[in-house]
T-cell receptor
Framework: KQEVTQIPAALSVPEGENLVLNCSFT??????LQWFRQDPGKGLTSLLL?????REQTSGRLNASLDKSSGRSTLYIAASQPGDSATYLC???????????FGQGTELSVKP | DTGVSQDPRHKITKRGQNVTFRCDPI?????LYWYRQTLGQGPEFLTY????????KSRLLSDRFSAERPKGSFSTLEIQRTEQGDSAMYLC??????????FGSGTRLTVV
């Protein structure tokens, strides 16, 4: 059974700092991995989607990497801003027909 | 098309009452998913449709829960005889085949 773990559960950093959020999964046979952002009481916003054949994806200040063999993904946020404060969720998809399986999220707070 | 729409945004109901939520996916997306999220946790899969066919149901979806997607368009999720443990955010997502998911803003249910 696929399990997804995100570390740390919460993170507080000063504005301008670069940071890394971690995601690990137990079964390396994934179809893709997606990072989401969730603001309090809101739905999920997709940030980056990495197919199983890819190693990384970049969008603006965000960079996500994928190492299937070790069951890990990282989300790198450069030059953090207070507006980046949110919960970041990692999810893996088991097979083309499969559902997304989520981690518990990392709650990020960026202090001005 | 403005994305995935969910209605209502908030619902407060008394224990034992029935509630129904609606999800309108992105029009060209053939897959539709329902997830449930409790406070501090990642979303948990409930069920998904490909067009009008319900292809998978989680064990979380007890007999009190039913979902439909008539004509492969919008979907409804009904909870009968609500219990306090049903209080959660109910999230809908859609995708085109095996591409990334787009989530709606969710329906927050409070059972009192």
């Amino acid at each position: 059974k696929q399990e997804v773990t995100q570390i740390p559960a919460a993170l507080s950093v000063p504005e301008g700092e670069n940071l890394v959020l971690n995601c690990s999964f137990t079964d390396s046979a994934i179809y893709n991995l997606q990072w989401f952002r969730q603001d309090p009481g809101k739905g999920l916003t997709s940030l980056l989607l990495i197919q199983s054949s890819q190693r990384e994806q970049t969008s603006g200040r965000l960079n996500a990497s994928l190492d299937k063999s070790s069951g890990r993904s990282t989300l790198y946020i450069a030059a953090s801003q207070p507006g980046d404060s949110a919960t970041y969720l990692c999810a893996v998809k088991d097979g083309a027909q499969g559902k997304l399986i989520f981690g518990q999220g990392t709650e990020l707070s960026v202090k001005p | 098309d403005t994305g995935v729409s969910q209605d209502p945004r908030h619902k407060i109901t008394k224990r034992g009452q029935n509630v129904t939520f609606r999800c309108d996916p992105i029009s060209e997306h053939n897959r539709l998913y329902w997830y449930r999220q409790t406070l501090g946790q990642g979303p948990e899969f409930l069920t998904y449709f490909q067009n009008e066919a319900q292809l998978e149901k989680s064990r979380l979806l007890s007999d009190r829960f039913s979902a439909e997607r008539p004509k492969g368009s919008f979907s409804t999720l009904e909870i009968q005889r609500t219990e306090q443990g049903d209080s959660a955010m109910y999230l809908c997502a859609s995708s085109l085949d095996t591409h990334g998911y787009t989530f709606g803003s969710g329906t927050r249910l409070t059972v009192v």
